[in-house]
């Protein structure tokens, strides 16, 4: 794969990503997003945005509960999928969020499950806050579920294995240049293929400066999918919820 390309680019695309993460927890993403329609006393008139939504299944569990949802991506074979359970209240779009075009504005904005810090530069990270900031009304919220990367670091594997559907991935892992990179080799049917996944090393300050500079304001950090709190030592997860400024 080309250093030149964006690792997201090929590798969201590629039916091997969808295969290697095959047994990702639907129902803890159903209770993550309970609790979080729980908290937000959510009204039902109010219109959900999924920022980098995948093939939809936490929009489309979101639509089940009554809610006007829209989900974007940046994958078309993603979005391809999630277009069949598309109704009057849930619709998706292929969109780059380096270059959100909406013409509607958003109750909630949602960055679920470490779809933050992709990027190559903080620059990019601060161009998708203000896209963000500006498909949100007046007193919006966002919320973006990240990695702890504290936790993370010090629990970092270097190598493992994997074997899915017959295939087996061998997966290294490290932190360079500010990034976690994970390096996927695999073969199937006589053909070696290699991919990255490069994720930025974000803290909750770094989080905390970035949306308090573009026009938010910190309402929460939570550690965890119950919503506790955070604690940068020992947390699971780098839950932000921020809310818009008037």
């Known amino acids: 794969m080309s250093d030149q390309k964006e690792w997201f680019s090929e590798w969201f695309d590629s039916p091997y990503y969808h295969i290697l993460y095959q047994n990702r927890d639907d129902k ?13 006393k959510a ?14 299944r936490h929009a489309i569990f ?17 979005i391809a999928i999630a277009k069949k359970s598309e109704n009057e209240n849930l619709h998706f779009e292929v969109q780059d969020l380096r270059h959100l075009k909406f013409k509607e504005k958003f109750d909630i904005a949602l960055n679920l499950f470490t779809s933050f810090g992709y990027f190559r530069s903080k620059e990019e990270d601060a161009i998708v806050i203000k896209n ?24 970092l594997v270097a190598k493992e294995n994997k074997l899915v559907c017959g295939i087996h991935f061998q997966i290294s892992k490290k932190k360079e240049n500010g990034f976690i990179v994970k390096n996927i080799h695999f073969c199937d049917k006589n053909k070696e293929y290699e991919y990255s996944e490069k994720v930025q ?5 770094d989080f905390e400066k970035l949306l308090t500079d573009h026009g938010f304001s910190i309402l929460n950090l939570f550690g965890n999918y119950k919503l506790d709190e955070f604690r940068s030592e020992s947390s699971e997860r780098l839950i932000i919820l921020a809310q818009k400024n008037a």
């Open 43 to 56: 009204k039902r008139e109010w219109k959900i945005i999924d920022l980098a939504c995948g093939k939809g």
């Open 62 to 78: 979101l639509n089940s509960l009554g809610y006007d949802v829209t989900g974007i991506d940046l994958s078309s074979k993603s």
């Open 132 to 155: 963000i900031h500006h498909i949100l009304k007046p007193k919006g919220f966002v919320l973006i579920d990240f990695m702890n990367t504290g936790v993370v670091l010090r629990n």
């Open 28 to 40: 803890e993403a159903e209770f993550f997003l309970s609790n979080l329609i729980t908290f937000f």
């Open 201 to 205: 090393t974000l803290s909750s300050s």
